[in-house]
Each structure stands twice: as C-alpha cells, then as structure tokens.
C-alpha cells in the first residue's frame, strides 16, 4: 500500500495517528513537508495590551472556484498573532502547503524565521491551511471530480484573496489589507515554490517573499532527489546500498529467480512483487530527509549505515564490506527496526503490495488524507517522482522506480481522470511560473547543499538561477527547509549566515518602500 511513498510523495516527516498511520506514514514518505514547529506559549500579550490565544482556529470565507464566484464560499483556517504587531507593520503569511496546518502554530513565535520577520519589523503573523489539505476543503471529500478544484493556480489565488480581503480579528485588524499594507509570503519546500510561483504570477499582491527548499521546478522523473543523499552519506553506506541495488537490479534483469529470492528472503518479504521490493527498500533511504543539523546523533539514517557498516565492532572502510554482508545485514535490521514500525500487523503485501487497485489506499476519498491531495497534484501537475537513476549515476535505490510506476500509481488512484499512464503537465506548470527562468523583486530564496529536494531548488546543478540583490539565493549547508527554524542556524554558521542575509534583505526592502 505504500508504495506512493516511494516516488510521488515521497518524505513526509509526520507521523500520521489512528488505524492508518503506518499504511500512511509509509504512503507519505517522499512528500516536500516543512517541518513542523508546535506553540511555545499560547497566550502571548501584544504592544496594544490584547492578550490573545495564538492556538484559537479562525475561519475565512474563501472562494472555492477562483475561477467561477457562483461557487460559493468554504471556510479556510488560519492562526494569528499581533504579538510583535504595530500600527504600520507589514503582515508576514504562511501556509505548510501539503499538511493538515495545525501543528504548525510555531511559525508565528521568535522560534522560526517567520516569528523572526515579524518581530524585527513589527509584523502580525498568520498560518493558513492550504485547500484541500487538513480541515479546509471546498467539497467535503477527495473523489476524483472534487479534487479538479485543487490546483497550483487555485492556491495562489487563495493567497491573493485572503491578504486582500481578511479582518484579521484583532484590534486594527481591518485596517491591514493587501496591498496598502505590505504582505511577506513565506514558505518551504512545495509552500516555498507557492511563494514564488504567487509572486511572479501575480506582480505586485505581496511586497516580499521567502522561499526556503523551494521546489521552483516541476520535474517529472526527479531522480535527483537522491543525489545529495548519495553525496553526502559515508562512503561505505554508499558503497554498500549500491551493491545491494545492483544486485537486485541485476537479478530482475535477468530473471534470475535464485538471486531474487536470496534477496527477498534476508528481508522475510519473499511474497512481493520485485517492484513492490525495490519500494520497500527505499524507507531507510527517506529517512535522510528527517535529518536537522539540530538534530543530533543516533538518526534512523545513521543507525541505518551503522547497521550496514559495523561489524563486531569494527567500521568498513570507504568500500564498504561487499554485498553478500551488506544483504544479511540490512535484512536483519529491517526485519528488527523497521518492519514492526512500518507495516504493524499487516502482511508485507498490505505494506507494500501495489497490484490490488480495490486497497483502501486507493480507494479512501475522506478528507485529511494528505497522502491522497498531494499525490492529485504530484500526478496532474509537478511529478517529481522519486525514481532510480539513468544507468551511469550511481543508483541508491532500484531502477525498477520509474515513472512508469509512479505514473501507474495515479492510475490506481485516480481512475476515472488518469484512464492511461501519462506524464504530469510539468511543461506548463514550468512556463506559467517560469521555474528555474523566475525573476521577481524581493524574493529571497534559501537553499541546503544537503537537502534531498535541492535538484529541484534554485540551487540545483542545472539551474541558470543567479543570484542578484533584489533576488538573493542564500545557500547553506543545511537539510530540507532547515533555514526555517532558528535552531539551526544556532548549530550551523552557515544556516545563521543565510537567515541573517534574508533577514537584512526583508528589513532593507521594507526601508525602501
Ligand atoms: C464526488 O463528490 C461530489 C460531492 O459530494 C459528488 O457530487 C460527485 O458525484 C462525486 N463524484 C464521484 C466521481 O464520485
Ligand atoms: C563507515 O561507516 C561508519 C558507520 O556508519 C561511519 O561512522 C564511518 O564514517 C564510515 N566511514 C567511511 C570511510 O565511510
Ligand atoms: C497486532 O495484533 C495484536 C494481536 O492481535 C494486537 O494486540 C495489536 O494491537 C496489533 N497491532 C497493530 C499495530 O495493529
């Protein structure tokens, strides 16, 4: 079931409750997420001596067709704080883009880059909930004819509408609108690219942007999402996980039946699909996008290579100790760490079988499913299917994961609008937003040499971006959209140096103005 998770939503550092949560927490591997960041002190009291609860839930009427007002209103949710606000004070607004928002409320306090904006520059502060993720959805389910009204375009105009239009529900909270009042956009990761996709699509709506790990470029095969990993993980891990791929690859090409099942049975997963296998594979290989530099020693990732590399006591060097090692012992730490945690009680089919189109992975159309919206956008729109590698790149995971499969995925998902395999329109998402190609004032992108996503960023080998003073790109040494938490920039020199060229940048443009 979880398959999803290899490519089109690949990564999600959440770690979703109730009956499904491995089946999702498996599904949502792979998805662009900012971190989370949960409230420090609900109650705060601002300059103007409102004391104000910032974990309160507000709802906007917004509009659920951009593109057709007889539609109708569905209510939106978003979190505010005036804490830092005075009379003058630009508004700095953020969505989490592809989750349910609330757990998020911390992007409005001095913990985060945009409680930080607010703060220098005597800013209000709003999170609101992107459509069609978590409690805020036009259509109250996620069938297949609902989810027409999920687009990039109609969430850009959903950020346009709320800043020109919201009471914000606070004293002088009328008197805040866009654009007579400065609006800052901020986001990370998909929400990143949002940031810049609404400035360059609409000229003008808000003043100045922020866009951390921002996904600028839809790509339809993104092998390079595993490229910073496979560059920065030791060499030995490295090493070994290759050998571990190719075996397998190599079998299936082959058909080598004894080799595929010597493999499959080190992971007691003798009953899948060789594709199904090769996804499964895939997990300890995401983890990497968990990683913070704050979040110190003892990660999944490296409890992974440890697993891998130390043998009684001992550490391979860069090459590693050779396949037949590196099968047995993967084998046995997924059996003992990750089997339990990721598939419960259910058969490795139900984990990670894809064949059965009448799964409840498929088929459940509830709201809150963030699985389910995010890969409706991955499947029509910006692809970034997490796939092994053309031959001649080193290959971290198999190269069974191709957009055939992913492309099958949507099918199985979403029959009645993807009747055939065919590629997401990354082409126009590319020319209406203009990708790699953007050029807007007073957007500041941030990016991580080591962030999972960054083949997709600005910063991305292939990216003709350069950076300019009206359009800085900051690159730090971080992980995925690690610049949005002050924590990191406390650990890491270059994290601090990045938040603190993007905080000069904002405040001089605000000066400016
Ligand atoms: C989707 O849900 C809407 C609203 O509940 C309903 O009118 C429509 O028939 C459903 N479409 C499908 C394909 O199930
Ligand atoms: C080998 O693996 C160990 C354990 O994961 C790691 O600490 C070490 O840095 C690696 N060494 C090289 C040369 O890759
Ligand atoms: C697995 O099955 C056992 C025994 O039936 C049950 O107690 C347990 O709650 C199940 N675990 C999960 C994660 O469903």
Redesign the pocket.
């Known amino acids: 079931m979880a398959p999803w998770l290899s490519r089109a939503l690949a990564a999600l550092p959440i770690l979703a409750s109730g009956a499904h949560a491995l089946i999702e927490s498996v599904a949502m591997r792979g998805v662009p997420l900012m971190p989370k960041v949960p409230l420090k002190n609900s109650a705060v009291h601002s300059p103007n001596g409102d004391v104000f609860d910032l974990s309160t839930v507000y709802y906007f009427d917004q509009q659920v067709d951009h593109n057709d007002a007889s539609k109708g209103t569905f209510q939106q949710r978003y979190w505010t704080s005036n804490q830092y606000y005075q009379t003058g004070g630009p508004v700095v607004l953020m969505t989490p883009g592809e989750a349910n928002a609330d757990g998020y409320q911390g992007y409005l306090e001095d913990g985060t880059i945009t409680g930080v904006i607010a703060q220098q520059n005597n800013g209000a502060g709003v999170i609101i909930e992107h459509r069609f993720f978590g409690l805020s959805n036009p259509?109250?389910?996620l069938?297949?004819?609902?989810l027409a009204l999920l687009t990039i375009d109609q969430a850009v105009n959903d950020l346009v509408y709320f800043s020109q239009n919201v009471v914000l529900p606070w004293t002088g909270g009328d008197q805040v609108k866009a654009p007579q009042t400065p609006w800052i956009l901020v986001g990370g990761s998909y929400s990143g690219a949002l940031t810049a996709w609404t400035m360059v699509n609409k000229p003008g709506a808000f003043f100045a942007g922020w866009a951390s790990s921002a996904v600028v470029e839809a790509i339809t095969d993104f092998w390079g999402y595993f490229a910073p990993i496979q560059e920065n993980m030791p060499a030995n891990c490295s090493a070994d996980v290759q050998a571990v791929i190719s075996y397998l690859d190599d079998a299936h090409d082959n058909n080598n039946a004894a080799n595929l099942a010597n493999i499959k049975n080190a992971f007691n997963l003798g009953s899948l699909a060789d594709v199904d296998f090769a996804s499964s594979l895939m997990s300890p290989i995401y983890s990497w996008q968990d990683l913070q530099p704050s979040s110190g020693a003892g990660q999944p990732f490296f409890q992974f290579c440890d697993a891998l590399e130390v043998k009684d006591g001992q550490s391979a060097d860069a090459n590693g100790w050779g396949v037949d090692n590196a099968i047995a012992a993967w084998g046995k730490y997924y059996q003992s760490q990750q089997q339990g945690p990721l598939c419960g009680n259910a058969s490795a089919e139900e984990c990670f079988g894809t064949a059965d189109k009448t799964q409840q992975f498929f088929t459940d159309v509830d709201v809150d499913n963030a699985g389910r919206s995010w890969s409706w956008m991955v499947c029509n729109e910006v692809g970034w299917y997490q796939d092994g590698p053309p031959s001649g790149q080193p290959a971290i995971v198999s190269r069974m994961i191709n957009t055939q499969y992913s492309e099958g995925l949507c099918t199985s998902m979403f029959p009645?609008v993807f009747t055939s395999e065919r590629d997401p329109a990354v082409d126009k998402t590319d020319s209406t937003y203009q990708g790699w190609n953007l050029q807007v004032d007073n957007l500041f992108f941030a990016t991580g040499k080591s962030d999972p996503w960054r083949e997709a960023t600005v910063s991305a080998s292939t990216s003709p971006a350069k950076t300019s003073d009206n359009m800085p790109i900051a690159e730090g040494d971080g992980f995925h959209c690690s610049d949005l938490t002050m924590d990191s920039g406390s650990v890491d020199q270059t994290i601090n140096a990045v938040q603190t060229q993007g905080l000069a940048a904002i405040k001089a443009w605000l000066a400016a103005k």
């Open positions: 259509i109250d389910n069938n297949d004819s609902s009645t």
